[in-house]
């Protein structure tokens, strides 16, 4: 095996774009999303893009995508030492009118894609032992509830139980933990954040106020670091204080 990489998928936007700014000075990457064009105007803007090498799959079809990803290790002859799955999807969708082909969807991209790269990257096999740490993107929406939310909220639920069985799998070798970001604006929510109204609303129930994607990826640097060596199993917070957010009592 040669030189060691660091994975991040859904590189192309949002948390997983601005987790590539935050780790490609320090790390060579493998970009992964589904968008070719997207991820490579990605890899320009991240420094030192020659050194990054670009994976593009659609994460929402599972079959065959972890004897994949082992075949580009094996082509490129490199290794992974942290993965980051910032790949995700949100469909709302009411109880009354939920599709199964859309929960299928969610999950696929949200908790099963992930279960699936694991796979081959804890295979000494294929990976060589190079695996360090697993980061897992999931939401707040696991903690507060949301009309509409319940896929969304049920694929990133397991996500974070999936976190802390594998935590313990794979100690000491590797560390695995969960970032549950609160609502910040990326492409995913565009529409949301040019409603002045719920911009607002979102400003007034974040007692720090809006965050921003950096945000999240200066969380995500620090689990993927040395500094994190000693943590494993958890469920970071990163929302502006959302989740401990009750609004004054009138007595």
Request: hydrophobic share 45%.
């Amino acid at each position: 095996m040669g030189e060691t990489y660091t994975l991040i998928t859904g590189a192309s936007s949002g948390f997983g774009r601005s987790i590539a700014q935050k780790l490609a000075p320090s790390r060579k990457l493998v970009l992964a999303g589904r968008n070719a064009e997207k991820l490579e105007a990605v890899r320009r803007i991240c420094e030192a893009p020659e050194r990054h090498l670009l994976w593009v799959r659609d994460l929402s079809r599972v079959a065959g995508l972890g004897d994949e990803l082992a075949s580009l290790l094996v082509a490129k002859d490199i290794g992974i030492d942290h993965f980051i799955h910032s790949a995700g999807i949100i469909m709302i969708q009411l109880a009354r009118a939920t599709e199964m082909a859309c929960v299928t969807e969610v999950f696929n991209v949200n908790l099963f894609s992930a279960m699936e790269i694991i796979r081959p990257l804890v295979q000494k096999k294929v990976n060589k032992g190079a695996l360090r740490s697993i980061t897992l993107i999931s939401s707040i929406a696991t903690r507060v509830g949301a009309s509409g939310y319940g896929v969304y909220a049920a694929s990133k639920g397991a996500v974070n139980a999936f976190s802390l069985s594998l935590a313990i799998e794979l100690a000491p070798a590797v560390r695995v933990n969960a970032v549950l970001p609160g609502i910040v604006g990326t492409e995913m929510n565009r529409e949301n954040f040019a409603n002045p109204e719920f911009v607002a609303s979102v400003r007034a129930t974040h007692p720090l106020g809006l965050g921003c994607p950096e945000d999240v990826a200066d969380a995500v640097e620090f689990l993927a670091s040395d500094c994190a060596r000693w943590i494993t199993g958890q469920e970071i917070v990163v929302d502006g204080g959302r989740t401990i957010f009750a609004p004054p009592s009138r007595v």
